[in-house]
């Protein structure tokens, strides 16, 4: 996994700032999601923290948890690449662990284990679920979650809707979202449940507050723990500090770790995008 760069003088910050901004400046221009209130919301809730931390403390509070969300910035492969990190840390334990993902759909649960079990091959999975379609990011770093998965015996879920793509509608698709998380619980009540989830929904009016709220409706409390991933504000923060730190605190519950500076997770999206035109070209609509 990539280290955190370590801090550079004042000057070389003001530099990589600024071709950020014009990164983000060219990605919002395709992109109109980054100005909508649901980002706004979470970018507000991520934007400092408490303490440094470190992945021996991370992993510790995680073991209680019987929730873990995991905040994916899609196109970045560091943050498949977490994940996996994280459930082999923590698969030392008989205790049964779900992982429920963004990128499958709940309706696709069929075909999913049917992948996983070797029934269908991974051509007619991805041809099944409309992967580029519905999906599009490098199918290689996600192949990577649901193989770990598979050898780690942890059991893999669907988890979305389908309201993917309209940011209109992305509060009923949590609310959607959620039901089916609640229903993995129920039928799953010793299971630690990780969800990999598109980090934007991890603020704690999106999803995490949702199921918590579902969860004391029914008489439930649930100990969770949210991570997120290269928040840009904190690491600017760091780096103003002459701090070095893979991973830090936010409050009690929440934390945020870094395995890319801002300009690699932005260049990650632009190539994604880049990559997104092309296909578009070779398959015009007719």
Not at 8 to 21: F, H, L, R, W, Y
Request: proline share 3%; charged share 30%; hydrophobic share 35%.
């Amino acid at each position: 996994m990539n280290k955190f760069i370590p801090p550079g003088p004042k000057e070389t910050i003001a530099v990589q700032k600024s071709d950020v901004e014009k990164l983000k400046t060219e990605i919002n221009g395709t992109d109109k999601k980054g100005g909508s209130t649901y980002i706004k919301e979470f970018l507000k809730e991520y934007r400092s923290y408490a303490q440094i931390s470190t992945y021996d403390n991370l992993y510790r509070r995680c073991k209680t948890a019987d929730i873990i969300w995991v905040g994916d910035y899609h196109a970045n492969p560091a943050s498949q690449h977490f994940l996996i990190r994280l459930l082999k840390a923590l698969r030392r334990s008989e205790k049964p662990m779900i992982l429920g993902m963004e990128m499958a759909y709940k309706k696709n649960q069929g075909i999913l284990e049917q992948w996983l079990d070797g029934r269908v091959s991974e051509k007619e999975f991805l041809k099944r679920i409309r992967y580029d379609l519905e999906w599009g990011y490098d199918w290689e770093d996600y192949r990577a979650i649901f193989l770990t998965a598979k050898s780690l015996r942890i059991a893999v879920k669907g988890l979305d809707c389908g309201l993917r793509k309209d940011l209109r509608k992305i509060r009923k698709r949590d609310f959607c979202v959620a039901t089916n998380i609640i229903e993995i619980i129920q039928r799953n009540s010793q299971a630690q449940l990780f969800i990999f989830f598109g980090e934007s929904h991890l603020a704690e009016s999106h999803l995490p507050g949702k199921v918590r709220r579902a969860l004391k409706d029914l008489g439930q409390t649930l100990e969770d723990v949210v991570i997120v991933q290269n928040m840009d504000s904190i690491y600017w923060d760091l780096m103003r500090e002459n701090h070095r730190a893979e991973v830090v605190q936010i409050e009690p519950g929440k934390f945020c770790v870094f395995n890319s500076t801002p300009l690699e997770k932005y260049r990650s999206y632009e190539q994604a995008i880049l990559r997104w035109r092309h296909q578009d070209e070779d398959h015009p609509e007719t």
